[in-house]
Each structure stands twice: as C-alpha cells, then as structure tokens.
C-alpha cells in the first residue's frame, strides 16, 4: 500500500556533506510523521530526525547543529541535509513515515524504506 524508496547515500569524506531524499508512494492521502533513523552495525536503530506535516522537528542530540531535515508534503518527500559528517556517522539511513493516512480513511504506522549506506572515512 505504501513504498518508501531513499536515495542519496555513499561515501564522503569526514567534514563533508550528503543529502538523502526518500519519496513515499501508494495509496495516500497524508502523512503526519516523517523521519529518518540510522543502524550502525552491532547497534540498535535510533531516531535521526523526524518532522510532522506542519514542519516541527526533533533532532537527536548528536546532530543538532549538523543535520537538517525537511519535507515536500505534496511530493510525499522527505530530505535530510547532513554536514560536518563524522566518522561516527556511518551507518545505514533509514526512511520511515508514521501516522499514514490511505485513501480510503485507514490510519497505519511505521513504514520503512530499505535503507541507504552512508560511510564517513578518509
């Protein structure tokens, strides 16, 4: 019903910078809620960034100041503009979009894309 495809991810050197975009299609009709999380390996999943419809954001601490998120509601994108990339960085990105309202009136939650590499190494 819904697919997120990402896109944007490589590798950069540290100091450098990357933007990942990840469009949401199927049968929508809004999204309240989109985010990005990353998975190093051996590590747990974590919040990124997330932005609701209306614009507001949450950051995780360790890249306030580095990252920006933003969204295109009428495209269904999300964007996230990382600089001053770290080592610590590296991970695997991850979209997700949550409180996703169909077409025909259903509430679902939590899709996720399939994810995008991001290496920070010289």
């Known amino acids: 019903q819904v697919q997120l495809v990402e896109s944007g991810g490589g590798l950069v050197q540290p100091g450098g910078s990357l933007r990942l975009s990840c469009t949401a299609s199927g049968t929508i009709f809004s999204i309240n809620v989109m985010g990005w999380y990353r998975q190093a390996p051996g590590k747990q999943r974590d919040l990124v960034a997330r932005i609701t419809t209306d614009g507001s954001t949450n950051y995780a601490d360790s890249v306030k100041g580095r990252f920006t998120i933003s969204r295109d509601n009428a495209k269904n994108t999300v964007y996230l503009q990382m600089n001053s990339l770290k080592p610590e960085d590296t991970a695997v990105y991850y979209c997700?979009?949550?409180?996703?309202?169909?077409?025909?009136?259903?509430?679902?939650?939590?899709?996720w894309g399939q994810g995008t590499q991001v290496t920070v190494s010289s």
């Open positions: 997700n979009a949550d409180r996703v309202r169909l077409n025909w009136g259903k509430l679902e939650y939590h899709y």
